[in-house]
């Protein structure tokens, strides 16, 4: 069973500039959750998909944005780069029940390293 | 609202020794509590998960945490510190009844051990 991708593993960007952030969910995980791990802190929540919908979103602003396939992979898009956008971005998938509710556990990703210059 | 505390940023035991991480909650509806484990340059990976059964909690690598409701703590304990235990531990709470099961994470502690 393969677990969560995310590409690309580094990134480099210079301020101003925009990103697309891709994450592969764990084959049965109907859910996908991003999160952004700035140095030295614990992950913090940006948004969630669910059914190709956001289904929660942290306190970030709407430059942050996202998407969700069929297939239940995703995208992290953030625009206007900011240098405190520098930080690992970790992707997780949510495994889903007997009745395709989606469940508590989350399983994550390596992450994206994304430097903002 | 959910949060949590890691009392500690920085943990350092001898190899061998007993290893004890602490983690406070905060949540208004019975929660489920995770510890997770992050090796340098990589993601998260989960150690171990209450959901409401058996307060001990046995994890992966040794690791087991016992939910303690009167205290609101989640602490994690290993009987004996290996090197490869050297990583950044994070204590995280899960929403069990809104519609985004977002985690809430700590603000970790990192574990060292001493040869």
């Known amino acids: 069973e393969t677990g969560v991708t995310q590409s690309p593993t580094h990134l480099i960007k210079t301020r101003g500039q925009q990103v697309t952030l891709r994450c592969s969910s764990q084959s049965g995980h109907n859910t996908v959750s991003w999160y952004q791990q700035a140095l030295g802190q614990g992950p913090q929540f940006i948004f969630q998909?669910?059914?190709?919908?956001?289904?929660g979103r942290g306190n970030f602003p709407p430059r942050f944005s996202g998407l969700q396939f069929p297939n239940y992979s995703s995208e992290l898009n953030v625009n206007a780069l900011e240098l405190d956008d520098s930080a690992l971005y970790l992707c997780?998938?949510?495994?889903?029940?007997?009745?395709?509710?989606?469940?508590?556990?989350?399983?994550f990703g390596p992450g994206t390293r994304l430097t903002v210059l | 609202a959910q949060s949590v505390t890691q009392l500690g940023s920085h943990v350092s035991v001898s190899e061998g020794a007993l290893v004890l991480l602490r983690c406070n909650y905060s949540s208004s509806v019975p929660p489920y509590l995770f510890w997770y484990v992050q090796y340098p340059n990589q993601g998260l990976q989960l150690l171990l998960k209450?959901?409401?059964?058996?307060?001990l909690v046995k994890g992966i690598n040794g690791f087991e945490a016992e939910f303690k409701k009167s205290e609101t703590s989640f602490h994690l304990t290993k009987p004996s510190a290996h090197m490869s235990d050297a990583a950044e531990y994070f204590c995280?709470?899960?929403?069990?009844?809104?519609?985004?099961?977002?985690?809430?994470f700590g603000s970790g502690t990192r574990l060292s051990i001493r040869p």
């Open positions: 209450y959901t409401s059964a058996a307060t």
């Open positions: 997780a998938s949510q495994p889903k029940g007997l009745a395709g509710e989606k469940m508590d556990e989350q399983f």
């Open positions: 998909y669910y059914r190709e919908e956001e289904n």
């Open positions: 995280a709470v899960s929403t069990r009844y809104s519609s985004a099961s977002k985690i809430i």
